[in-house]
């Protein structure tokens, strides 16, 4: 008889959803789906201005490194929602991987187990996802690019780069899995959260005034030289910067909102949300931070297509700048959508997390519609937050660009100003979506 | 006589093919404490949800004698049940179940709050509930910074700062060692009956319910000695005071019961302490 790994053979004794738990599987799956979905759309679109022929005008490469960043500032909220997604399929099993603790098997053994079936739950997904990716590629090829439709010959990627993505994808369930099951202990007893220490030092408020002084001198500098060149050169340091300014002060800023929100909460739907952010400023700010990047450059970028916009004299200049502020659209778009789906994976995890804490608050007598309004509360009060933060950042980052902007191309920032306040609205859609898992909790605790 | 503030009768409850209560008659008098004890599944957590409104019986009634008149538990909605239970219900579960990201005194608090008192008159209450339970200096600390016993005396405060007529306990000591445990049921008995409210508790500990005014047994869901349900005299070192006011003029006899709790021996605020 050949000799099967321990987890292998546990995984085959617990891969039997039992009644209920199909949400739970389904909730992971339909989020990695998205992400494989997403991420080949983008790919498949990114890869048009690489398979392209070169234009005569030799803008090729740019469309290549504006291509490339829209792709990299999509990693973050990528893998923000990757990991959500695999901590909820960890999460989901913790009574019985902590009654195979209790049966004696090792924590090495049964973290394995939780690895193994969040990369499964992944590559599930990930399939899915493809399917999706082909059902979304007939509108992606209407988008107009370089003056004329994308195509659907151009945007469908070779099988090795769609299986890349799916293997991708698993891998990253894997390592996140991984990386979640160090922030919680594994007992007979039970899964429970460690204590984390809160976050938050003063010192990344001293370090970020710094930065921001320090771009606005540069760009104060930089900002005599008129060419478009000088401009697209200030501007990617001046986002580089100013990225690394919002992770600094990201959770300082969060810690400090929720902190005057907690003095002022009077009722207990404030009291609960404020104290939730406060318990970790840190994650509050990692489930958000995509949304950081986003509306960041979508006010950078948006600032500097409406000078462009004004400027441009020739006729390839004006497809250009359609062609970035499409490209921002998509990017800013697809950002919130990966927030709000993570948004919403999170806190189906955290409500089952605490699913005896809830029903101990039901028996209480809280209303559901105030649990519910405490856990919506805590995620939106931060996207606000950091939306709206960030937005004002990038303003002030190229300042005297966005006042420019506001005058002589006000409709470009209203655009710009239209997506963030839509994006905002989909992280809501996304916990809305949640809040049958609650209802689904309490009247579990009204069985037993 | 007495009119018992809770009254069941012929309370019937089933899960499936298995049946947790059969038949269950039985009357609790105001200001009693009642141990339900049985082995487990003998149906005891159900007859406690039952007669807390938490779940509603296949068959039966359960009457509440409220402040404003007799209710019919078990026909109430489930957003009327819950009006019942945050306005003249309190409960204290084996682990705490309090909410970890707050404070203690917030927690308490949280139960005023639920019930429309705003947070500023809600948290001076709460912190002298606290410091009648032997916590005072506490206030401020999170649940995980608190020992068992102090988080269970912070689920005391949390059920009684309301005023509740009734307090469900299931549980309550569950989790503790037996010296913890007995300052606990100090606490408990000392906030309930003892200031003339109602205590049903759901046990295994025999010393638990020892302490208690009354003990049922339920056994295979039925009630095996329902006893006399009129309040016999305690024997237990429950301070005796009067029944608190309702709970509208919450502040001043909260006061009062802080003093007398500092002052009685036999109530040893301190006495849980780590």
Partial sequence: MTRIPVPLRLLRLLWRPGAGSTALVALPVAAFALVTALVLVVLAGAMTFYTAPPAEDGSTGLYQVLASLALALMLVPLATLGSSAARLSARRRDERLSTLRLLGATPGQVGALAVLESTLLAAAGAVAGVVLYAAAVPAVALLHFRGAVLGLDALWLSPLAVFATVAGVALLAAASAAAGLRRVVLTPLGVRTRQQPAGAHWLRLALGTAAVLGIVLALSLLGSLGSFLAIAAVAAGAFAAGLAVLNLLGPFALKAVAGRNLRRAATPERLLAARTVLESPKEAWRQVSGLAMASFVAVVAGTGLALMDSAASSGTDDVLVADIRTGVVITVVASFLMVACSAGVNQAAAVLDRAGLYTSLDRLGMPVAAMDAARRRAVMSPVRTVSIGSAVVGAVVVFPLTGIALVVSPLSLATIAAVLAGGIGLVWTGLRATTPVLVRVLAAGHRS | ?274
Avoid at chain 2, 16 to 35: E, K, N, Q, Y
Avoid at chain 2, 85 to 91: P, S, V
Avoid at chain 2, 108 to 116: E, P, Q, R, S, T
Wanted: charged share 15%.
């Fill in chain 2, 1 to 274: 006589m007495t009119i018992p503030i809770l009254r069941a009768r012929n309370l019937s409850k089933s899960y499936g093919p298995s049946t947790a209560l059969a038949g269950v008659d039985l009357d609790i008098a105001p200001g009693d404490s009642v141990a339900i004890m049985g082995a487990s599944g003998s149906g005891k957590t159900t007859l406690l949800h039952i007669l807390a409104g938490i779940i509603r019986p296949d068959a039966g009634t359960v009457t509440y004698a409220g402040p404003s008149g007799p209710v019919e538990v078990g026909s109430l909605g489930e957003g009327a049940r819950s009006r019942l239970r945050r306005g003249e219900f309190g409960f204290v579960f084996q682990a705490g179940l309090l909410v970890p990201e707050l404070t203690a005194v917030e927690n308490v608090a949280l139960a005023l709050m639920i019930k429309g008192t705003p947070r500023k008159a809600a948290e001076p209450v709460a912190a002298q509930w606290l410091a009648a339970l032997g916590l005072a200096g506490m206030e401020h600390r999170r649940i995980g910074e608190l020992s068992g016993g102090q988080a269970q005396r912070v689920a005391i405060a949390r059920a009684q700062v309301g005023g509740a007529s009734v307090v469900f306990a299931d549980e309550p000591t569950g989790a503790l060692d037996s010296q913890t445990s007995a300052e606990v049921m100090t606490a408990l008995l000392g906030a309930t009956s003892g200031r003339g409210r109602t205590l049903v508790l759901v046990t295994h500990d025999e010393s638990v319910a020892a302490r208690c005014g009354r003990t049922i047994h339920l056994h295979d869901g039925a009630l095996l000695n329902a006893g006399s349900w009129e309040p016999r005299t305690l024997t237990t070192s429950v301070p005796a005071v009067p029944a608190a006011p309702p709970p509208a003029a919450a502040q001043q006899p909260e006061q009062r019961f802080v003093q007398r709790a500092v002052l009685q021996p036999a109530w040893d605020p301190m006495g849980g302490a780590r």
